[in-house]
């Protein structure tokens, strides 16, 4: 199976909750070629029907697209929870 | 049965207390907070009177759910025609003083006219009295007003709300504080405390409230506490705060920067939330300290924080070097990136001003960054700032805007006009990052359309918490849509800030949940959608408020700058806020006219006529 890897980065997201991802947030995780942002999301154990918001290379991708999302070698991923401001 | 069905009147020109029942019928109608508190102003002023005359009126408003054990419920608000805006002004706050204004056995003050002498008003259950505050608390800080009322009157379970400097001095954004470090905080409404010669109101209660429907209450509260508790938001909202926001809003591009000229910061790294958990190297410990909750809340959002001993700002001043009230969102987008000053210290230490002596710290920060781009241009020299180099990203000017606004001193007091008036003071109107004269909050309108819609409609003037638009903000950057996102949220939040439940529980229920909780607390028949109905009747009232204030639909838009310069980077990059494709569906979805004024129609069934 071919692999891509693919540049992860939550943000304020607590990085203990995830899997493959390194304490400060930032890693690099493999996905298999012509998978998705919910594949990546899948891999890393956060459920993409939760309502976290994503951005692939700064794009923002909407939940109802991150099935759709085909990822690329080398896209950068963040992901964030769904904070309203106060 | 949620109500105490009494409000204090409070005649400060002639000094004359009454008591009066609580219009229930209007209480049916606008639940309470806000919504009753506007129906109260709407009834008994001219919205066109002066913010700061005598002729304007001063409501602190508590809700039905206020101190009744309600799962957030401790919030008041505090409604007038705001001295920033000269639009309906409605504040909320926290804390513990509204619950115990409605434990004194008061639904609501209405305070009136203006006091020939300074005073502040004592409310000890039926025992309220007017004495003098001068040669007392007159020019002291909050802090210091907090203490002397509670060591004058031996009462330490005194809740206290109250003005400083700033609002004495009639500083355009004055806070009315409470408990310290909780501010009805936006749109002036201390000044026009101030302008009434009210430095404070102390509250002590005993009565209790009593609840329509003990049993459905009780377990409708225990309900939204199951949910409340465990949920994501909650444990987010304890553990980081609203500080964490400003890591997403500078990955997303919508963090406003340098007085909006940039929509993300160089220098995030070192005001975020990492690092005010990071122990600094002085004494090792983090800048955070802990959190803090409100009356019966169980989220505790708020932060104490604590500022470097060693750091310029409070060195000498051993005053500063202890816990205060820490960095929010809102509070250190504005000191921080919109004015590019990256020292957490210097950004901790203007909100300690900012609680201290009473200011919104969101038109503070923003104020100085419309101050520092004018002394950037050059349209502002050292000749008016009395030799200070107001230089974006300088800590030190920071520190000594705090400083000279809070205390009402010297180019303090051009920095304590807003930004908008700052800004037509000195040749450059467009430079007020403002709508209807009231600073925007930390998201730029250029990456977050529905935000931009949310501040051009807002009553109150440009307004995070107004409207709900986040979600599909941050995951699609486009005009669709937002018109009917943004005026349900808005008809959502104007009946959720009138229960006396803070906005923030709706991060984990649904309206069900607090609408199954007014329905404990209340008699009558309380629905979901006669929840909304309420939301929008209150939306249109403030509207209507703000036309017989004179206010338009040109009132209704946004600065030139996110209108014509198009974002710089992040996901919005190229983008501009298009209020212009938004604005027409949302006034019909809203039923108004092309002219933004409610139709009859519209009035009629909203039982506006």
Known sequence: MIVINVGFQLVSI????????????????????????????????????????????????????????????????????????? | ?????????????????????????????????????????????????????????????????????????????????GALTNAIACSNSGGQFGAYLKLAGWDMLILEGRSPEPVYLLVENDDVRLLPAKDFIWGETVWDTEDKIIAKHQNPNLKIASIGVAGESLCRYACVMNDRDRAAGRSGVGAVMGSKNLKAIAAYGSVGTKV???????????????????????????????????????????????????????????????????????????????????????????????IDPEHFSVKDKPRYQISLGGLEYEGIYAVGPMCGVDDIDAATYASALCNEHGMDPISFGASVAAAMELYDIGAITKEETGGMALEFGSAEALVWAAEVTGTATGFGVDIGLGSKRLCEKYGHPDLAMVVKGQEFPGYDPRAMQGMGLAYATSNRGACHLRASPFQDDFAHIRTEGKAAIVKKSQDRNAAWDSTGVCLFAGNAWKVDDLVAQLAGA????????????????????????????????????????????????????????????????????????????????????????
């Not at chain 1, 939940?63 to 085909?70: F, G, L, S, T």
């Not at chain 2, 987010?236 to 809003?249: E, K, N, Q």
């Open chain 2, 1 to 81: 049965m949620g109500w105490q069905e009494k409000v204090l009147r409070v005649d400060l020109t002639a000094g004359k207390i009454t008591p009066e029942p609580l219009n229930m019928e209007w209480a049916e109608t606008y639940i309470g907070q806000r919504g009753l508190g506007t129906k109260y102003l709407s009834e008994e002023m001219d919205p066109a009177v002066d913010a700061l005359s005598p002729q304007n009126k001063l409501i602190f408003a508590t809700g039905p759910l206020t101190a009744t054990g309600a799962s957030t419920g401790g919030r008041y608000s505090v409604i007038t025609k």
């Open chain 2, 212 to 306: 329509a429907n003990p049993q459905a209450f009780k377990e409708a509260n225990a309900a939204a506490r199951a949910k409340l508790d465990p949920s994501e938001p909650r444990k987010r909202l304890s553990s980081i705060g609203t500080h964490a926001m400003l890591d997403v809003t500078n990955s997303y591009g919508s963090l406003p920067t340098l007085n909006c000229r940039a929509v993300q910061f160089d220098g995030a790294a070192s005001v975020n939330v990492k690092a005010a958990h990071t122990p600094r190297r002085s004494d090792g410990k983090a800048n955070l300290q802990t959190n803090k909750a409100c009356f019966a809340c169980s989220i505790g959002c708020g932060r104490i924080a604590s």
């Open chain 1, 14 to 86: 607590d990085p203990s909750e995830v899997k493959g991802i390194g304490r400060d947030g930032i890693g690099e995780i493999p996905v298999k070629d012509g998978g998705s942002l919910a594949d990546a999301m899948h891999m890393v154990g956060l459920v993409p029907d939760k309502p976290f918001m994503t951005l692939v290379n700064g794009d923002p991708v909407a939940p109802e697209n991150r099935d759709d999302k085909v990822l690329n070698d080398g896209d950068q991923i963040a992901v964030f929870p769904p904070i309203e401001g106060g």
């Open chain 2, 522 to 609: 209340l008699p009558g028949n309380w629905t979901v959608d006669g929840f909304f109905d309420a939301g929008e009747r209150i939306w249109n009232l403030e509207r209507l408020f703000n036309l017989r204030a004179g206010l338009t639909k040109a009132d209704d838009t946004l600065p030139k700058r996110v209108m014509e310069e198009p974002a710089l980077s992040g996901a919005g990059k190229g983008k501009v806020a298009e209020i212009g494709k938004m604005l027409p569906e949302y006034y019909e979805l809203r039923g108004w006219t092309v002219d933004g004024e409610p139709s009859s129609q519209t009035l009629g069934r909203l039982g506006l006529n």
